[in-house]
């Protein structure tokens, strides 16, 4: 989307016609995306951003590197989560290819399976599992009854994944108004299981706003367990 046809809605002052492909963190983000800065204590990673362009309040404004577009507003977080919307995939994809699931796979009655997605040789799905869009599963892992796995989620070879568990779902992310009001942040990102990691029964691990939520190889979760 063109940075001006994204900003200038919001009442932000922009003639910049650039591409921009995503929202980001400020010191992660590249020259094609847009981050923010609302706490002063950021500003040394402001000065080092790579980001196409900021939202930045006035004050700060001289702290913008060269090469990065200053958007100033009064409230940078708040325009965060308004252009996040914009960057949100569709809940559901209604076209795309069938899953394609791997040799000596079991998959038990009432399981569902999304768009563009790949399960690995010799896994296990049981009754009530839900997979969906663009999601990745590897070899020889097992997903217990009613387990879901939200869309754009990988998840190693060898993984245990016990009943209800659910990976991907939001993380709490919403912008206060001044009228005391919550704008959502839209979790753009997703999860990333390794390898050989089992996760007990009941555990949400929720999916990034901007990137993934990594959970890496060989590790151990009881139950009920939350990670954000």
């Known amino acids: 989307m063109k940075l001006n046809d994204l900003v200038n809605p919001l009442g932000i002052q922009c003639d910049s016609d650039i591409e921009i492909t995503a929202l980001n963190s400020i010191q992660d983000a590249s020259s094609s995306e847009i981050t923010f800065l609302e706490n002063k204590k950021y500003v040394n990673l402001l000065q080092e951003t790579k980001a196409a362009a900021v939202l930045v309040q006035e004050q700060f404004k001289s702290d913008v590197p060269n090469g990065t577009i200053a958007l100033v507003c009064d409230m940078p977080y708040v325009n965060l989560a308004k252009l996040s919307k914009s960057f949100a995939p569709n ?8 899953a394609v699931i791997g040799e000596n796979c079991t998959i038990m009655p009432n399981v569902s399976i999304g768009k563009n997605s790949t399960i690995g040789k010799n896994c296990t799905l049981l009754a009530g599992v839900v997979i969906g869009d663009n999601v990745s599963i590897g070899d020889n892992t ?4 009613n387990v879901t796995i939200y869309r754009d989620c990988v998840v ?9 568990t659910v990976i991907g779902s939001d993380g709490f992310g919403f912008a ?10 839209y979790q753009n990102g997703n999860v990333v299981i390794g390898n050989d990691v089992e996760i007990g029964s009941n555990t ?18 009881d139950n009920l367990v939350h990670i954000a």
């Open 204 to 221: 949400s691990i929720d999916r990034a706003a901007f990137s993934s939520t990594i959970i890496e190889d060989g590790v151990r979760l």
């Open 176 to 185: 206060p108004t001044p009228d005391g009001k919550y704008v959502k942040i």
């Open 142 to 145: 097992v997903l217990y009854a």
């Open 156 to 164: 190693g070879s060898d993984c245990m994944i016990h009943s209800g």
């Open 91 to 98: 809940i559901v994809e209604t076209s795309g290819t069938e």
